[in-house]
């Protein structure tokens, strides 16, 4: 079974600059997360789509970053325009959904930002 | 204040040792993971569990729920254990709140 593949997997950009991450997620799982690490810390969610549709995305900063997964299975982040504090790993992750359930969640290799 | 708690930060063993990573969590989890990630590398999910035990190969996850604390052990310790292992709570939405993370170094 393929896992969770990610794209670039790599990026590095100067700040102002806008970029963009791809995420396809394990076949058949309805639910995805982006999230972000910066060095040193553990990981903060941005946002959960259940489908195409978003069940949390509080901890997203609107202003600059944004999030679609419009047909309900890969999804893209978007940073526009990115800052220095945007430096971190942006790791996708995805499971099944298991309604009032806790359900094991697959992560993929992340993109590394860099933003100079 | 975080509602997942981990101990240690660091923990520095040698090659062979019994390993014990503690987590405390707090009301509203459901779930408890245990995650690896090895420097640079990704996020492995090794144990989801809401009661009871798990184990797999060297690694063993118990959880207490009406302690509400959870530890990871790993026997026979090994240097490709070296890793950050992470414990996060997980509620009906599965959103997962994560603890600090502890950087395991295993020497040979």
């Known amino acids: 079974e393929a896992g969770v593949a990610q794209s670039p997997r790599y990026k590095i950009i100067e700040k102002r600059q806008s970029v963009a991450f791809w995420c396809n997620p394990i076949?058949?799982?309805?639910?995805l997360y982006w999230y972000q690490q910066i060095l040193g810390q553990g990981p903060k969610l941005l946002i959960q789509?259940?489908?195409?549709?978003?069940?949390?995305d509080s901890q997203l900063p609107k202003d600059r970053f944004s999030a679609e997964r419009l047909k309900g299975v890969d999804s893209t982040l978007k940073i526009q325009p990115a800052k220095l504090e945007d430096s971190a790993v942006y790791l996708c992750?995805?499971?099944?959904?298991?309604?009032?359930?806790?359900?094991?969640?697959?992560f993929g290799p992340g993109t590394r930002l860099t933003v100079l | 204040k975080n509602e997942v708690e981990q101990s240690p930060q660091n923990l520095t063993a040698q090659e062979g040792e019994f390993i014990t990573i503690n987590c405390s969590y707090s009301?509203?989890?459901?779930?408890l993971h245990w995650l690896q990630q090895h420097p640079g590398g990704g996020i492995v999910s090794l144990f989801m569990?809401?009661?009871g035990k798990k184990k797999h190969g060297r690694l063993i996850a118990t959880i207490n729920i009406q302690e509400k604390h959870s530890s990871l052990h790993i026997t026979a310790s090994h240097p490709r254990d070296s890793a950050v292992y992470i414990c996060?709570?997980?509620?009906?939405?599965?959103?997962?709140?994560f603890g600090t993370g502890t950087l395991l170094a295993v020497q040979p």
């Open positions: 009301v509203g989890i459901s779930a």
């Open positions: 569990l809401s009661s």
């Open positions: 992750a995805s499971s099944l959904p298991q309604r009032g359930l806790a359900t094991e969640q697959f």
């Open positions: 789509f259940q489908n195409n549709g978003v069940v949390d």
């Open positions: 996060a709570g997980g509620g009906a939405t599965n959103k997962l709140i």
């Open positions: 076949s058949g799982h309805a639910t």
